[in-house]
Each structure stands twice: as structure tokens, then as C-alpha cells.
């Protein structure tokens, strides 16, 4: 079946802009996660939700970010006067129930911002 | 808070050239240790869950094994193919993220 689908795949930015990134997991996957992966290093954990609460969003670096998620479906990572150290990979999951089903991931959205 | 140190960094092989890739981890109670693969400009894909020490997985060439302090990934004679960059991963009791080691690159040289 269809995996992890996120979009933009790339995305350049000027500092100081707003940008939104969009992830549609698997269908039936009621647990979803953002995990962030700076060039060379690992991810890094930002926040999960469990059908369209969020529980955990202990990851969020800032105020600046911000995570939502409808219909048990699609969520959007919005990132506020984006600043550099932001530049990363952004990655989404999904799992099955959030327990220790294993994550499956998409193949992230690159943001630079100049 | 729980900790995920993955060795070598990187790590050259010849085809045929069977390894091994250390993860260690400290957890206040493990729920899971997770083994991905991820290839350039790919999100990781998952490999292996091991749940309690002693516990083995087989998958190909790619072997899992777990004790109370670490993980190793064994790599029987590699091919060019198993170049990757492998990701260790824990999952806490009671917790839902994972956190993940910072990966070991793997190049098989033909």
C-alpha cells in the first residue's frame, strides 16, 4: 500500500518567512510523529500525536513551531519567521498505535533558509 | 533522559567482509530497541524490533542481537547493496517517541 507521503520534497526559504509542511501517513495509523535531522546528525525528536491530540510536544524547539493534525489523517508542521538553524531534513512517521509498532517514515522535506 | 551512542561513525568494508555495529543504550526501562536503514535522501526504513536481552533477528544478511547495555547489528558478507547509513533506536516504557543514535555509514566496496 501507499507509505508516508511528504510535501514540499524541497523547500527554500527566505529568513524571517513562514513555511508549512505537510505529511499524509499511512491510512489506519493512528499514532503520527515530526522528527527533525540536522546534516550529519541524528533525528531529532519533535512531537507526537495520537489521533489528532498531541501528547508529547516536549521536542518543539521554540514557540516558533507548531504542529497540527485532522481527521486522524494529514498533519502540517508550520514554522513561524523561520531563522538558518533551521535548515534541516523534516521527517514524518506513522505507526499503527503508537506503542512499539515500528515507525514508518517518509522521505522528508529539506528546508534551507537563506 | 535516555541515550542512544552508535560506533563506529563509519565504517569501510570489503564485499564479503563480515561486521559488526555497536549501539549502546541507557534507558530507565526498555519497550523496544529499533535497528533502520536509512539511504541518502530517503527517510529510514525499519529493520528490526528487539523487545528483552538475548532476543535475535535475522533478516538477509543482517543480524540483530540484544543485551541490558547494547545492541549489535551483524553484517555477514556484505554487498555493495547493504551500503547505508544504520540507525539504533530506543523506545521507553510508558513512552512513545524514539530516541534514535546518530547512525553508523556503511560502504561495501565491490
Known amino acids: 500500500g501507499a507509505g508516508v507521503s511528504q510535501s514540499p520534497s524541497n523547500k527554500v526559504t527566505e529568513k524571517g518567512k513562514d513555511v508549512e509542511l505537510r505529511c499524509d501517513p499511512i491510512?489506519?495509523?493512528?499514532?503520527l510523529y515530526w522528527y527533525r535531522q540536522r546534516l550529519g546528525q541524528g533525528l531529532e525528536f519533535l512531537i507526537y500525536f495520537q489521533g489528532n491530540s498531541a501528547p508529547d510536544k516536549s521536542g518543539l524547539p521554540s514557540d516558533r513551531f507548531s504542529a497540527e493534525r485532522t481527521g486522524e489523517s494529514v498533519s502540517t508542521l508550520t514554522i513561524q519567521r523561520t531563522q538558518q538553524e533551521d535548515s534541516a531534513v523534516y521527517l514524518c512517521?506513522?505507526?499503527?498505535?503508537?506503542?512499539?509498532?515500528?515507525?514508518?517514515f517518509g522521505n522528508g522535506t529539506r528546508l534551507t533558509v537563506t | 533522559e535516555d541515550q542512544v551512542t552508535q560506533s563506529p561513525e563509519a565504517l569501510r568494508l570489503q564485499e564479503g567482509e563480515s561486521s559488526s555495529l555497536n549501539c549502546s543504550y541507557t534507558?530507565?526501562?526498555?519497550?523496544?530497541l529499533f535497528w533502520y536503514r536509512q539511504d541518502p535522501g530517503k527517510g529510514p526504513e525499519f529493520l528490526f524490533t528487539l523487545y528483552s536481552a538475548g532476543e535475535e533477528k535475522e533478516k538477509e544478511r543482517l543480524k540483530a542481537t540484544l543485551t541490558k547495555k547494547e545492541s549489535f547489528l551483524h553484517i555477514t558478507a556484505p554487498k555493495p547493496e547493504d551500503s547505508a547509513t544504520y540507525l539504533c533506536?530506543?523506545?521507553?516504557?510508558?513512552?512513545?517517541?524514539?530516541?534514535f543514535g546518530a547512525g553508523t555509514t556503511v560502504t561495501v566496496r565491490a
Open positions: 533506536a530506543v523506545q521507553a516504557i510508558g513512552d512513545y517517541k524514539l530516541s
Open positions: 491510512s489506519g495509523h493512528t499514532a
Open positions: 534507558v530507565s526501562g526498555l519497550r523496544g
Open positions: 512517521a506513522s505507526s499503527v498505535t503508537g506503542g512499539n509498532s515500528p515507525l514508518h
